[in-house]
């Protein structure tokens, strides 16, 4: 979907229930940006196709805003392809790991027969987890012709956040460190953690930005962020004061 003139969003990627993960690009006028490579090679097949179709002259880079699979799990298409993956240098996932990934996928297969035969395999068909090979530690700025873009560093989520700010159309894509409608995913950190997500709540809104892409749920604006940002940094201090998750107190 077509946000504005530079910034797009490919929503509906699978991954584990209840989540849906997003994906999105920012078109230069070489140059094409891909914020997180999908949680497969399917996804990133999709994700491939839609950034070659908005502007097929481009050369495409891949940023990926944390380590979690079902943002850096389509890396290994955009690799075989011979593009750049952008990632924190403290990405480091292994195909151990990969595996461990699809048997939780399985297990939430809810038809028991089909568990049995690994059809929740059938959605990692050509996976493989593969790093970034462009590191970075802190923020920098990438030319995409005829604008550049800013990648933020966001911790709090995981250590390894990332943002990508398009200042030319007040747009950020903020991985999780804002997520739309779900409950934020706080169980990877502790209190050290969850004070940095703070500090990355509070540079977001200094931005004062138009639109906000998160890592899941719609894309927001205007009052939305507002909103979405108070109801994170309110179950951030909750968590902070009793020192658990809000998806380990049920």
């Known amino acids: 979907m077509k946000i504005n003139e ?19 690009f920012v078109v230069g006028d070489n140059r094409t940006l891909i914020i997180d490579s999908g949680g497969n090679y399917l996804s990133a097949q999709t994700i491939h196709g839609y950034a070659m179709v908005a502007r097929p002259t ?3 880079l891949v940023i990926n805003t944390e380590p979690h699979s079902d943002h850096m799990g389509g890396n290994c298409l955009f690799r075989e392809l011979g593009i750049d993956v952008y990632g924190h240098e403290g990405i480091d996932r292994n195909d151990d790991q990969l595996k461990a990934v699809k048997e939780g996928y399985n297990d939430a297969v809810p038809d ?17 987890f593969v790093n970034p090979n462009m590191r970075f530690r802190e923020d920098f700025t990438l030319d995409l012709g005829g604008f550049e ?19 030319s159309v007040k747009t950020l894509y903020c991985g999780d460190t804002i997520v739309n409608g779900y409950v934020p ?14 500090k990355s709540l509070d540079r977001i809104e200094r931005l004062a930005l138009d639109t906000v892409v998160p890592g899941h749920g719609e ?5 939305d962020i507002k909103s979405e940002v108070g109801r994170t940094r309110t179950l951030l201090e909750e968590a902070i ?10």
């Open 241 to 250: 004061q009793s020192g658990v998750a809000p998806t380990e107190t049920g």
């Open 112 to 128: 028991a027969f089909r568990r049995t035969h690994h059809e929740g395999d059938l959605v990692f068909l050509h996976t493989r």
């Open 58 to 60: 481009n050369t495409l």
């Open 6 to 24: 530079r910034c797009y969003v490919v929503y509906g990627l699978t991954m584990t229930p209840p989540w849906m993960v997003n994906s999105g």
């Open 219 to 223: 894309v927001m604006g205007g009052g």
């Open 185 to 198: 995913n706080l169980t990877v950190g502790g209190v050290d953690d969850w004070h940095k997500w703070l």
């Open 149 to 167: 873009i800013q990648v933020m560093m966001t911790p709090g989520h995981t250590p390894e956040n990332a943002s990508v700010y398009v200042p």
